[in-house]
């Protein structure tokens, strides 16, 4: 029994919710978002609030707590939107917006430049990169990818990472 999907999920003030066809939209002031559902789980929409119950199918325990998950979050982006903030530390390291792309100097010797998916805008002020964007599944995986770029490495701490994520430095080799 999923404790995440036992729970119903209110509807704030300002937010519509559709179910048709398998397709859930969420329309908010920030935002509209859609997400594609499977009929494992019964979704009911009524007075404000939405239920969740699986039906009798193997992946319905399964998918019951994460499509209450994803609803919650559906609900939050169109309401008050996810940030994420990544850390860029190392000598010379630095990043920038050109356009509609994130150019990072990390070490290489040439800049990578990565296209900013639609629906995420990105701020650098000097090694502070801000995320911020209403899909949170779309603003984790261009986060992901950011510091998929120059992982933080574990002898002298260089790369990117996440805010408040702490990189283990081990010692390096003795003189003898």
């Known amino acids: 029994m999923s404790r995440l999907g036992k729970q119903p999920i209110t509807i704030p003030n300002g937010v519509e919710v559709t179910l048709e066809n398998g397709v859930m939209t969420v329309k908010g002031p920030k935002a509209t978002l859609t997400q594609n559902l499977r009929d494992d789980v019964e979704i009911k929409i009524e007075d404000g609030v939405i239920t969740l119950s699986p039906r009798e199918t193997d992946l319905a325990p399964k998918l019951w707590g994460t499509y209450a998950s994803i609803i919650r979050n559906l609900i939050q982006g169109v309401t008050e939107g996810f940030t994420r903030i990544l850390e860029i530390h190392g000598v010379g390291y630095r990043a920038a917006v050109n356009g509609n792309q994130i ?22 002020v000097k090694n502070i990169i801000t995320l911020t ?14 510091r998929k770029v120059k992982k933080p490495e574990n002898y002298k701490g260089k790369g990117i990472r996440y805010q408040g994520e702490y990189v283990i430095i081990k010692q390096g080799k003795k003189a003898v």
Do not use: C, M, R, T
């Open 103 to 124: 150019v990072l100097n990390v070490g290489f010797s040439h800049p990578v430049e990565l296209d900013i998916p639609e629906g995420v805008s990105v701020e650098v």
């Open 133 to 146: 964007g209403n899909d949170k599944e779309a603003l984790g995986q261009f986060a992901a990818n950011v």
